[in-house]
């Protein structure tokens, strides 16, 4: 039966990490051809922005949506149909470019769509993944599950560089992006399976290696998924807290991915070294997200370490400032290390944080709550991104060093926002351990 069970987690495991990939592996790919589209009279830097914002915006309001809803409906059905919808909108933005059509207004609808319908991959994504790990052993698995967004920029920005080399068309670049989004949408809808009772019969559940509360609510589990209301969920512990939580986070980790190549370029003189830097803060968000999450099983507590992580991430922001043409090696320190701890806290709040956050014993089946509090989490999130990502913009055109003390007060505010929580787990922790050292 273990066999059985590390069979189908690792299936779970694979197809969801695939459609995040998929999915940020396009959007990488529409960033790298971004200046190119710039190139055309329409497609101003404003017209541009518009797209960004309209996206962030549309994904967070969607978020809320799609979490409700996948709390509800078959998740496999509804993450299906949002990449094959994403991958049918993707391909009427390259139709108008191989048209020579670049209508703004367009281009912004577009995003807009992107962003309503993308969001519906996340919190889908995030609840399967908690119905499949429970207990004790989530967050490290969620630690490594969630670099699935670092793993696809590094994909598409690996990818759409190559083909770059043989096709300057950014349509062309999009497009494998595009087909692979439906590949792994067909390959999940006949394969993935939304938690174990829809695999496994209650007897089969009981032999499996949950601790015995998750196998209980596993085997009671068998009734049409009802949800919980949205104005339940928000008032759930700690939701508030880490929704204001993460709408800080989020921003400093889109923020930087978003700008950190304009500001290279305005930086340095060495061109070459602007994408290769910029991956870095990808790759230092693979190793965070794997070590913030098996840190937070290890002690027991995730607040804390995430409060350690956010705390060390405001002297690296500072450090941003101080980069130049003649000590650019910094940047190799201070890129990945900043991806390191503020990817790494991102995407643990926005995915083992979310699930750990619905199961509250006043929820009858926890299972249903799970999208709904990833919606709400992720939604506030892209709302904090959006509105940062503006003031952000706004400031670099007066100096680089009003855009890091900004990010410096966001990150402390994204500290003070779970600070509480943080303080009363370490109390907990420190007591017991004191209870331990007395009785032995």
């Known amino acids: 039966m273990k066999l059985k069970q590390l069979h189908w987690e690792i299936i779970v495991f694979s197809l969801t990490f695939l459609a995040m990939v998929a999915r940020h592996s396009a959007l990488e790919s529409w960033y790298l051809a971004v200046p190119k589209i710039n190139d055309h009279n329409s497609m101003t830097t404003v017209w541009l922005a518009a797209c960004n914002s309209g996206y962030l915006f549309s994904y967070a309001i969607g978020n809320f949506i799609s979490g409700y809803l996948e709390d509800r409906y078959p998740l496999r059905y509804l993450i299906s149909g949002a990449l094959f919808i994403s991958s049918a909108l993707?391909?009427?933005?390259?139709?108008?470019?191989?048209?020579?059509?670049?209508?703004?207004?367009?281009?912004?609808?577009?995003?807009?769509?992107?962003?309503?319908?993308?969001?519906?991959?996340?919190?889908?994504?995030?609840?399967?993944?908690?119905?499949?790990?429970?207990?004790?052993?989530?967050?490290?698995w969620m630690g490594i599950w969630s670099s699935c967004a670092s793993i696809g920029d590094i994909v598409g920005a690996q990818f759409t560089g190559l083909i770059y080399i043989f096709h300057g068309s950014w349509m062309i670049g999009l497009l494998p992006f595009a087909i692979f989004q439906v590949v792994i949408g067909l390959i999940f809808i006949f394969t993935i399976k939304d938690s174990p009772q829809q695999k496994f019969s209650p007897e089969e559940i009981k032999m499996m290696t949950y601790n015995e509360g998750a196998r209980e609510s596993l085997v009671d589990n068998h009734k049409h998924k009802k949800g919980i209301p949205f104005s339940k969920a928000i008032v759930l512990p700690g939701v508030i807290a880490y929704s204001l939580?993460?709408?800080?986070?989020?921003?400093?980790?889109?923020?930087?991915?978003?700008?950190?190549?304009?500001?290279?370029?305005?930086?340095?003189?060495k061109k070459s070294l602007t994408g290769v830097l910029a991956s870095l803060l990808d790759a230092g968000g693979v190793f965070g997200s794997v070590a913030c999450g098996w840190a937070?099983?290890?002690?027991?507590?995730?607040?804390?370490?995430?409060?350690?992580?956010?705390?060390?991430?405001?002297?690296?922001?500072?450090?941003?400032?101080?980069?130049?043409?003649?000590?650019y090696w910094l940047y190799f320190i201070v890129i990945p290390g900043a991806g390191f701890f503020i990817a790494g806290a991102s995407n643990i709040i926005s995915s083992a944080i979310a699930?750990?956050?619905?199961?509250?014993?006043?929820?009858?089946?926890?299972?249903?709550?799970?999208?709904t509090v990833t919606g709400i989490v992720d939604g506030t999130g892209g709302f904090g991104a959006a509105v940062g990502v503006l003031i952000m913009g706004l400031l670099s055109d007066y100096s680089w060093l009003w855009v890091f003390l900004f990010m410096i007060a966001t990150g402390i505010l994204a500290i003070?926002?779970?600070?509480?929580?943080?303080?009363r787990d370490f109390r907990t922790l420190r007591n017991r351990r004191q209870a331990i050292r007395t009785s032995g």
């Open 245 to 269: 939580n993460y709408a800080c986070v989020k921003f400093l980790y889109y923020g930087l991915s978003m700008w950190l190549p304009y500001f290279l370029d305005n930086r340095i003189d």
């Open 355 to 371: 699930v750990d956050l619905a199961q509250n014993p006043d929820i009858e089946n926890k299972d249903e709550a799970m999208a």
């Open 296 to 327: 937070g099983d290890k002690l027991g507590f995730k607040s804390i370490i995430i409060v350690i992580f956010l705390v060390c991430s405001l002297p690296l922001l500072f450090l941003f400032q101080l980069g130049t043409e003649s000590i």
């Open 90 to 140: 993707y391909c009427a933005l390259m139709t108008l470019g191989f048209s020579d059509v670049y209508i703004p207004e367009l281009f912004v609808a577009h995003w807009i769509l992107q962003g309503i319908f993308q969001s519906a991959v996340w919190p889908g994504v995030v609840a399967v993944m908690g119905n499949w790990f429970e207990g004790e052993r989530r967050g490290s």
């Open 416 to 423: 003070v926002c779970i600070l509480h929580i943080a303080w």
